[in-house]
């Protein structure tokens, strides 16, 4: 297994539980996926789709992640816990890009042709979101855990709920920012909001009843 430096790197920047360089080449399922995913994606665009597919396989029983050797993924990728990872074939994810445990970048449609997400640069996708169709993920995006994205999303911007809605938009630069839990909540927000309604409203009401 040929490990890229630049997803080594990325290793060794994003994931604070690393001991050192060793510990990560040797024991990152998150790596060990990403290494396996390049080889595979070589093998499938050199023809051998074959072969492709049984290393895709292996990875899958050794990682715990399924990467579609055709998907295209660009540089620095980190994945952080590979398992439950999901990448469809029409999937593209651009540069320095991070997702966690239990990401899906699925299709909804069972027709040939581009199904699946295209995700930016520096966009960070939380533990268990699913990116759903041939929708297009911004630059600078953050997801939010647990999330369900069925629409496209704007660049600099941040995605929550079910479906995911955008709550933040506008010159924030999300990066490798790790705290991807770390997010506006709006259905709290909006309960929030209605109990100061509910606050106000009974003031009128006790100052009409004097």
């Known amino acids: 297994m040929k490990i890229n430096r630049e997803d080594l790197e990325a290793v060794l920047k994003r994931d604070p539980a690393i001991i050192d360089e060793n510990d990560a080449v040797n024991y990152h399922a998150g790596l060990h996926a990403v290494a396996m995913y390049r080889e595979s994606h070589d093998l499938w665009n050199s023809g051998r789709q074959s072969e492709a597919r049984a290393l895709n396989y292996e990875s899958h029983k050794v990682t715990g992640a399924d990467i579609h050797p055709a998907a295209k993924i660009g540089r620095d990728f980190f994945i952080d816990h590979a398992t439950g990872v999901v990448i469809g074939e029409t999937t593209e994810i651009g540069d320095h890009v991070s997702i966690y445990q239990g990401v899906t970048l699925g299709g909804v449609s069972s027709t040939k042709g581009k199904r699946h997400p295209t995700v930016g640069d520096h966009v960070v996708i939380g533990a268990n979101a699913t990116v759903l169709g041939n929708i297009r993920i911004g630059n600078n995006v953050r997801v939010g855990a647990g999330s369900v ?14 479906p995911g809605k955008v709550v933040r938009q506008g010159g924030l630069k999300v990066g490798h920012d ?22 106000k409203l009974k003031e009128q009401i006790e100052l009409l009843r004097k």
């Not at 994205?149 to 079910?162: C, E, I, R």
């Not at 770390?182 to 309604?197: G, K, N, Q, T």
């Open 149 to 162: 994205v069925l629409d496209d999303v704007p660049d600099n911007s941040t995605v929550v709920g079910v």
């Open 178 to 199: 790790l705290e991807h839990s770390d997010i506006p909540d709006p259905v709290r927000d909006a309960l929030a909001a209605m109990e100061s309604e509910i606050a």
